[in-house]
């Protein structure tokens, strides 16, 4: 069997929010029909992430991203890792956020059949584990959507 080598990562963040993290991304890519998110800050207590979009979402599509990742997480979808080379990447999964020096073989997180994506990070190993996903605040600002969240037991 070949030697798995991947590329150190410098942040160990909190499993359940980071996992929020890729059901919230997927949601905002099936929505809106935008990219993951551009620029992402994960935390225990509470996170950010900032999405290219053409024009402000309305209060009732915020409402609908809040439900339907409650949704998918209340679906206690498995989360899985699969390590594959960059030539055998599925299609449809985003590399542009792979820092320059990536290694050859990429660590794949999937959240059941609902999100697939490369990702060095912590995550739960069931849905079940997240707890409720609340939007705690949004603004909209030159064509970029950020969306603060929290996680309630």
């Known amino acids: 069997m070949e030697e798995i080598i991947l590329n150190d990562h410098n942040k160990q963040e909190h499993p359940p929010m980071h996992t929020a993290e890729h059901i919230l991304n997927q949601t905002m890519v099936r929505m809106f029909g935008c990219p993951r998110s551009k620029s992402s800050h994960i935390e ?10 053409a024009e402000a979402p309305t209060s009732e599509q915020i409402e609908q991203i809040q439900n ?8 206690n979808h ?7 080379k960059r030539t055998e990447v599925p299609d449809g999964v985003d590399l542009s956020k792979l820092p320059g020096d990536a290694s050859e073989m990429l ?5 059941g059949d609902y999100d697939l994506c490369a990702c060095a990070g912590t995550h739960v190993a069931n849905t079940s584990e997240i707890g409720t996903f609340k939007i705690i605040s949004t603004d909209y600002t030159e064509g970029k959507l950020r969306v603060r969240f929290k996680l309630e037991p």
């Open 107 to 111: 660590r794949l997180v999937s959240v």
């Open 78 to 84: 498995t989360v899985t890792v699969s390590f594959v």
């Open 68 to 75: 339907r990742v409650n949704e998918v997480i209340r679906q």
């Open 44 to 53: 225990r207590k509470k996170s950010k992430c900032d999405y290219l979009l």
